[in-house]
Nanobody, 125 residues
Framework: QVQLVESGGGSVQAGGSLRLSCTVS????????MAWFRQIPGKKREGVAS???????KYTDSVKGRFTISRDNAENTLYLEMNNLKTEDTAVYYC???????????????????WGQGTQVTVSS
């Protein structure tokens, strides 16, 4: 059974940085498309960044130039480096995974089967 566990969330002032990690167990992550999503209470879950098995990446416009998604297949871990954080980045962040073969570089929740439990990121002004 594939399980995803996020860590690294916390509280930071605007302009600061955080690094989220997502550790995968139960299968070899090198065969999975992976992504980060975020959600504010009462709003739809939003795709933030995705990465394919060839390490190609895609970002939603609001985080381009500030966030970097990466993967360490040897450690079965997905990362999200977040710099120059803004108050509007405040959300619960989720990692997601799906066996490679679906839509390429997707940022749609419906394209991912496995999800973590989420980690809170709070950015204050």
């Amino acid at each position: 059974q594939v399980q995803l566990v996020e860590s690294g969330g916390g509280s930071v002032q605007a302009g600061g940085s955080l690094r989220l990690s997502c550790t995968v167990s139960g299968d070899d992550v090198s065969e999975y498309s992976m992504a980060w999503f975020r959600q504010i209470p009462g709003k739809k879950r939003e795709g933030v960044a995705s990465i394919e098995i060839d390490r190609s990446t895609k970002y939603t416009d609001s985080v381009k130039g500030r966030f970097t998604i990466s993967r360490d297949n040897a450690e079965n871990t997905l990362y999200l480096e977040m710099n120059n954080l803004k108050t509007e980045d405040t959300a619960v962040y989720y990692c997601a995974a799906d066996m490679y073969g679906g839509p390429y570089l997707s940022l749609e929740t419906t394209d991912f089967y496995y999800w973590g439990q989420g980690t809170q990121v709070t950015v204050s002004s």
